[in-house]
C-alpha cells in the first residue's frame, strides 16, 4: 500500500514565500543591514527596563484584551476602545483582516509592487488577489484601482508611503478614490510609515476614518516607534470590523513584553520623534547625494529610498554587500535600501556612484 501525505488545500500551492531582509553578517566584513526597514536605533533606556520587568512574568499568558495598550492608544489617537484591535505586527493584523473579509470566490485588491505580504495573506485566506500596478513614476494608480472593483472584492489596500518605492498618495486623490468604492468593500490604509512623512498633503487616515464607516487605518510599533522584534500592530476600525478583527486574532498573540513596551514607547514619543526627525534628515542626504549622482528617484516620504535598476537589481545589491550593507532586492524592478545608520548610508551612497559609473548609468 502506498503511504498517502497528508492533504493541504491546494489554494497553498502558488502562494508565494515571504523573503525576509537578509541580516548583516555576524563575523566577516558586512557590517550593516539596510534591508527591512528596520529603525536603527537600538530601545529608548526607559522601553527596555520596562519591556525587561515584564520578561519577569514569562510564566504567564499576556492579557489577551491589551486592556493597558488598548487604553493608551485610545487617548494617544482619540478613538474608542471598541474601534482597536491589536496583532502580532501590522502584518498579523493585515492577515486578520482579509480573514475578517474575504474567502473563496472573493477578491482583494491592491497596487503592485507593493509591501510582500499583501499576495500571500490573500492566497492563504483563499481569496484572489487582484494586483494593480503602479504608474510609470511609482505611484499608487488610483483609477486602475477603483476600475478593478467588481461585485466580488471584498477588500482593497492602500499603503500609504507605498513600500518598497516610498511614494505617496495625497488627500485630493485619496478623498476621490474613497467616493468610488462602494460602502460594503473595506478600504484599509495601511501606514506603517506614516512617522516619516513631511509632505504636508498627506493625509492622517484617521481623519478619513471618522467619517467613513469603510475605511480601516492599520499602524505598526515596529518603524519609527522601533519595536519590530516584539511583533505589535493595530487598526482603528469602525464596529463591526474591529470586533471581527478581534475575532480572527490569535489569541493571546501580542506577548505581555510588546504591549509593556508599546504603552511605554507611546509615553515616549518626544524622544521618538527626535530619532525619526534625525532618520529623515538622513534620509535627505541620501535623496540629495542620489540626485546629484543622477539617480532617478520618485518622492519618497519613508525610512527608505528606491532605484529603479531593473536588470541590474542583482548586481547593484552584491555590490552594496561587498561594501558591507546588506540591500533588498526586488528583482527584476529594483533595490529597496532602508535609511540606517550614518556610516551606512555613507557607504550606500559612495556604492551607488561608483555603480552609476561603472555601469555608464
Ligand atoms: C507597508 C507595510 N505594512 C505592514 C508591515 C508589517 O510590519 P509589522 O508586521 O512589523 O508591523 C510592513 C513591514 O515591512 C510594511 O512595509
Not at 484617521?206 to 493595530?234: E, Q
Request: aromatic share 8%; charged share 20%.
Amino acid at each position: 500500500m502506498t503511504e498517502k501525505t497528508p492533504r493541504l488545500r491546494p489554494a497553498l500551492d502558488d502562494v508565494p514565500t515571504y523573503k525576509p531582509g537578509r541580516p548583516a553578517a555576524k563575523d566577516g566584513p558586512v557590517a550593516y543591514k539596510l534591508s527591512a526597514n528596520e529603525n536603527p536605533y537600538p530601545p529608548l533606556p526607559g522601553v527596555l527596563e520596562g519591556a525587561v520587568a515584564a520578561v519577569g512574568q514569562l510564566n504567564r499568558y499576556p492579557d489577551m484584551a491589551c486592556a493597558g495598550l488598548m487604553a493608551e492608544l485610545a487617548d494617544r489617537f482619540d478613538v474608542p476602545i471598541s474601534h482597536l484591535a491589536t496583532g502580532t505586527g501590522s502584518v498579523g493584523v493585515a492577515q486578520q483582516l482579509v480573514q475578517a473579509t474575504a474567502g473563496p470566490g472573493d477578491e482583494v485588491i491592491f497596487p503592485w509592487r507593493s509591501f510582500e505580504a499583501y499576495p500571500i495573506v490573500v492566497q492563504v485566506a483563499g481569496a484572489t488577489p487582484v494586483p494593480v500596478a503602479l504608474t510609470e513614476d511609482d505611484r499608487h494608480d488610483l483609477d486602475a484601482m477603483a476600475a478593478a472593483i467588481t461585485e466580488r472584492t471584498r477588500l482593497i489596500f492602500v499603503c500609504n508611503p507605498n513600500n518598497p518605492t516610498g511614494t505617496v498618495v495625497h488627500t485630493a486623490e485619496l478623498e476621490a478614490f474613497l467616493d468610488r468604492v462602494p460602502s460594503d468593500v473595506l478600504v484599509v490604509l495601511d501606514e506603517a510609515y506614516i512617522e516619516f512623512i513631511r509632505d504636508a498633503d498627506v493625509p492622517n487616515g484617521i481623519d478619513l476614518y471618522r467619517t467613513r464607516p469603510n475605511v480601516c487605518v492599520l499602524r505598526t510599533f515596529s518603524k519609527a516607534y522601533g519595536l519590530a522584534g516584539l511583533r505589535v500592530g493595530f487598526a482603528i476600525a469602525h464596529e463591526p470590523v474591529a470586533a471581527a478583527l478581534r475575532k480572527t486574532a490569535v489569541p493571546f498573540g501580542v506577548t505581555q513584553v510588546a504591549q509593556e513596551a508599546a504603552v511605554l514607547s507611546l509615553r515616549s514619543e518626544k524622544e521618538l520623534w527626535e530619532r525619526v526627525d534625525a532618520l529623515v534628515a538622513e534620509r535627505a542626504r541620501v535623496v540629495e547625494g542620489l540626485l546629484a549622482q543622477g539617480w532617478p528617484l520618485s518622492d519618497t516620504q519613508a525610512n527608505f529610498v528606491w532605484l529603479r535598476l531593473g536588470e541590474h537589481t542583482e548586481a547593484f545589491a552584491a555590490a552594496c554587500e561587498r561594501a558591507g550593507v546588506i540591500v533588498r532586492p526586488f528583482a527584476p524592478d529594483g533595490v529597496r535600501i532602508t535609511i540606517g545608520e550614518t556610516d551606512a548610508n555613507t557607504i550606500f551612497l559612495r556604492v551607488a556612484g561608483e555603480f552609476r559609473k561603472e555601469m555608464s548609468l
